[in-house]
């Protein structure tokens, strides 16, 4: 079983726990590894990536005020029109997600139909926090440029101010 059977829909008996156990597992991780970035803090000249999921907006202000403090955090904006398609392709291929209480199922709806109308708002709701948190933004149509790659997106990364090093 992969973790997104595991975790099922926010329609499914179990779905609320296991959304539950996977943040309280993220955090836990999360917090290992601002452990390890403060420990090592004394390691100038070390660049370390952390490549987080995108539920990490989810570990709680404490936690991602500390990772932010440590880290440079790079949000990658999705526009709306993209926003668009990845409805379609969820609604055409519904996978689990962190849901957070923004999936709500009226009385008249299918699970399908609720996932499809609650979705474009989890979306939203996302992006904010990722906004919130960011201090790099890099452009959605700019990172799929032909020829952008790892140099440009870290030119872009150090253009936008001092990169955070362990502290």
């Not at 420990?39 to 995108?54: C, I, K």
């Amino acid at each position: 079983m992969d973790l997104g059977e595991w975790m099922g829909f926010p329609y499914e008996k179990n779905y609320t726990s296991r959304e539950s156990q996977y943040l309280a597992c993220e955090k836990k991780v999360v917090t290992e590894i601002i452990e390890h970035l403060e420990r090592n803090d004394d390691s100038p000249g070390e660049s370390v990536v952390v490549d987080t999921t995108g539920s990490v907006i989810y570990a709680g202000d404490d936690i991602v005020s500390k990772l932010r403090r440590l880290t440079t955090f790079v949000y990658f904006p999705v526009p709306s029109e993209v926003q668009a398609q990845m409805l379609k392709q969820y609604v055409a291929t519904p996978r689990p997600v962190l849901w957070r209480e923004l999936f709500r199922k009226s009385s008249e709806e299918t699970n399908e139909q609720a996932l499809a109308r609650c979705y474009p708002d989890l979306l939203r709701s996302r992006e904010a926090l990722y906004q919130r948190y960011a201090d790099v933004s890099i452009d959605y149509y700019k990172r799929r440029q032909e020829g952008f790659g790892v140099e440009e997106f870290l030119r872009d990364i150090i253009a936008s101010g001092p990169v955070k090093r362990n502290g």
